[in-house]
């Protein structure tokens, strides 16, 4: 979880929404990506689908049954879809997604055989969500 929350971090600094991911296996870290909608003016973008991308490529296989996802947030609905189909084996995240947008509000389910772990770093994964909203909020109030 570390790592994905290094990745917020470098999401924080390009202004994009600060979430990271990294994928595991066996162990060893094959893929680390965070958000980056804003650069590539992509909504399809998110830390998850990058990091599920840079992990299948690594394996040259589209399942992931053997690795595990640490994410920082609670994925989404898009999300929560593109890692039902990578099987992947595990998803550990960091906060919960309380607005409505992530998966487990929505009644999504991730794989049957995929473990979900919640709450892991959950504080330092809220606190670089919760300052990015603030920052913006104060931005936008200036400006108007």
């Not at 999401?11 to 990271?20: M, R, S, W």
């Not at 909608?37 to 399942?63: M, P, R």
């Amino acid at each position: 979880m570390k790592i994905a929350l290094k990745e917020a971090f470098i999401a924080f600094q390009k202004n994009e929404v600060p979430i990271g991911a990294a994928i595991t296996c066996d162990d060893v870290v094959i893929a680390k990506a965070h958000n980056l909608t804003e650069t590539f003016n992509n909504i399809t973008a998110h830390a998850e689908i990058l990091v599920l991308n840079l992990a299948s490529n690594y394996l040259k296989n589209k399942y992931m049954k053997e690795c595990t996802l640490y994410v920082t947030i609670e994925p989404c609905i898009m999300c929560a879809g593109a890692l039902f189909w990578s099987q992947i084996g595990r998803v550990v995240c960091g906060a919960s997604n309380h607005s409505r947008i992530g998966f487990l509000s929505s009644g999504i389910q991730l794989h049957p055989k995929t473990k979900f772990v919640s709450g892991v770093m959950k504080n330092q994964c809220q606190d670089v969500i919760q300052k990015f909203f603030f920052l913006r909020r104060i931005e936008k109030n200036k400006i108007m």
